[in-house]
């Protein structure tokens, strides 16, 4: 089995052997703590498709359940409460976007017709506990867990010193996924478990809990945290998260970061989250280095990682919306939706308006809130400070009209100087 990734291997001497040469199914889990995966979730991702294309069988599960615990690792304090409809709601938006990225993988970077992908398999560990009651758990299921080495794990010991403290149930957590395991062990043969380097106190949990059970070994495989050159850390935890959903990292925003990835940083990138072959890889960090100012490396990677995960329709609207970026022209922004010209401008006011007859510019801009107030308005009008649809106006009384104005997807975008943009939605009048 060949990863381009770094994973780390735990296991006794002899299980290389049988992870090349025997089909195994392997897992990883995410708790549905927010309505997306980030980036940093996508190397693990990545891993269990390698996996996949090795001939194992594949599982994620989602802690429907254990999202309302709250895994202490990595955190320095409580995680807040979660109520069952947003974990639902999260977990729902988590597995759609997990399906489409292995369906993006398998329709676009799978080349061997001859081998046919073993199927994925997405489970919610809400689904066994709610079958359980505390008592019957406790008595059946925790008796295979032992204080001493769940105290002596560095997440639990750095929180119990911490000021914050460690509550009781982020300290049952790691005993529900090492069940977690163990019911995917006993259901489904599943003796590998795959997950970030953070979550190595917990599959040794997990290992314990099995072994002690059934007397049998399993197995763990750790994947690095994705970092930058300078030691950054890429995930939501880091405050500068990029997200697998595109209603909250769109596309075109997904591309433009990987399109801005550091020189420094970018070999590493395509290693972590491309399937090209190594060779591949040098030969194309070669032609980069001759030429760096063509960014080939960087537009590689922002194809081939935005072709992932939002397939297709999602890489050809990063690709008009960056034209849309760079060409600064109607003609360009007539071809995008009112979705993407928001992501185009993340953050610019939006404003929802009827295109009423004999709606003039200076009308526009203070129904839009450009300014407190229309003096200010008409003066940086008159200044040439103002553009529809990067087409500047330099006429307050200007009247709008429809076809000219208005974009195809019913939207106008206001510029005032050279950074201040703002997104006009227009209503169909229904009356």
């Not at 308005?377 to 103002?386: D, L, P, S």
């Amino acid at each position: 089995m060949h990863f381009n990734s770094p994973v780390s291997l735990h296991f006794r001497p002899d299980f290389e052997k049988q992870l090349i040469g025997e089909a195994q199914t392997i897992y990883c889990g995410f708790d549905p703590t927010a309505e997306s995966l980030h980036i940093g979730n996508l190397l693990v991702l990545i891993c269990l498709l390698h996996c996949q294309r090795a001939g194992h069988s594949p599982i994620v599960l989602i802690g429907g359940a254990t999202a309302r615990i709250g895994d202490p690792s990595g955190k320095n304090v409580e995680r807040p409460f979660l109520s069952d409809a947003l974990v639902e709601t999260n977990v729902t938006k988590i597995k759609e976007k997990i399906d489409e990225i292995f369906a993006n993988h398998e329709w676009h970077f799978w080349k061997n017709e001859k081998h046919k992908l073993p199927a994925l398999r997405i489970v919610n560990n809400a689904d066994w506990y709610q079958k359980r009651n505390v008592i019957d758990f406790m008595a059946k299921e925790a008796r295979h867990d032992r204080m001493g080495d769940l105290l002596s794990r560095t997440n639990v010991k750095s929180r119990i010193e911490s000021p914050e403290g460690l509550s009781l149930n982020e300290f049952s957590y790691q005993l529900f996924q090492a069940y977690d395991w163990y019911h995917l062990f006993q259901t489904y043969g599943c003796a590998v478990q795959l997950g970030g380097n953070d979550q190595t106190g917990n599959m040794q949990s997990g290992h314990d809990f099995i072994k002690r059970a059934t007397g049998k070994s399993v197995f763990g495989l750790t994947v690095p945290l994705v970092k930058s050159s300078t030691g950054d850390k890429l995930g939501k935890s880091a405050g500068n998260a990029v997200w697998l959903s595109a209603a909250k990292t769109s596309p075109f925003e997904l591309f433009q970061f990987l399109r801005n990835t550091p020189d420094a940083d970018v070999e590493q990138m395509l290693t972590l989250f491309t399937f090209d072959p190594m060779k591949e890889i040098a030969d194309l960090m070669k032609r980069h280095k001759a030429q760096p100012e063509l960014y080939q490396a960087q537009m590689h990677l922002a194809q081939q990682v935005v072709l992932l995960i939002h397939g297709e329709a999602g890489l050809e609207s990063a690709r008009r919306c960056t034209a849309a970026l760079f060409q600064s022209s109607a003609e360009a922004l007539a071809g995008l939706s009112a979705d993407e010209l928001q992501s185009l401008y993340r953050g610019m006011p939006t404003t929802e308006l009827l295109l009423e007859p004999g709606l003039t510019l200076l009308d526009l801009v203070m129904k839009a809130k450009c300014f407190p107030r229309r003096e200010d308005a008409e003066r940086v009008i008159q200044q040439g400070g103002v553009s529809i649809n990067h087409r500047r106006i330099q006429q307050a009384n200007y009247v709008l009209v429809y076809g000219e104005h208005v974009l195809p997807s019913d939207a106008t975008l206001i510029r005032v100087g050279k950074k201040n943009f703002y997104l006009v939605r227009w209503k169909k009048d229904i009356s």
